[in-house]
């Protein structure tokens, strides 16, 4: 299990997870918002009061910057997707795990690898490296190799594929009506592009497929998906 912890706020959150540390042993954190040393410091505190060391992860889909204050911001994904050279697209994976890696963060739950099908879309858009799937799978990669190469692990989600919905799963479970073809050649080709290459790590989406699961079980509990 993973809590989430935000560094922006005062030292009574801080205590609060330091007690859910002490009582519940969770595995990891996932840091959300806050300064690059008071995060890192919280990161440092945690894992001294921790008796197994935690597996500390972060949404940083345009690097530190998408959770962490004052510091760079690499692209957005869309417009990383326009860029021709697959050598720049791995650098900039290798140079976002650097960063993270200065930070105490081992997991990033990067990159996107949903098709942006739908332009009614509230979560997807620009974090999508486009509408072509091959172009998509292929940016995925190398920005997963380079953060794997260099000592951090991406996930890459939002599994089978969150790109033509027109919810926002956050709040309401969105319904994908696509056969399982459809699905198979098009929603999740990134992912399994990116697993065939070896990705270290997936993440399932709150999706309802019933072509695949047609017992209104979210994806993300589904054993069939």
Known sequence: MTISVYPKQGEESKKRVLEQIKTYKPGGILVMQGTPVKSAKWINEFQDTSKVPLLIAIDGEWGLSMRIDSVMKFPYAQAVGAVQDSTLVYKMGHDIAAQLKMMGIHLNFAPVADINTNPRNPV????????????????????????????????????PGHGDTDTDSHKALPILNHSKLRMDSLESYPFRYASARGISGIMTAHLSVPSIDNSGTPSSLSKNI
Do not use: T, Y
């Not at 799978?137 to 951090?152: F, I, L, Y």
């Open 124 to 159: 997807i858009n620009f974090r999508s490296f486009g509408e072509d799937k091959v172009n998509v799978a292929e940016k995925v990669w190398w920005v997963s190799k380079g953060m794997q190469d260099n000592g951090v692990i991406p996930v890459a989600k939002h599994f």
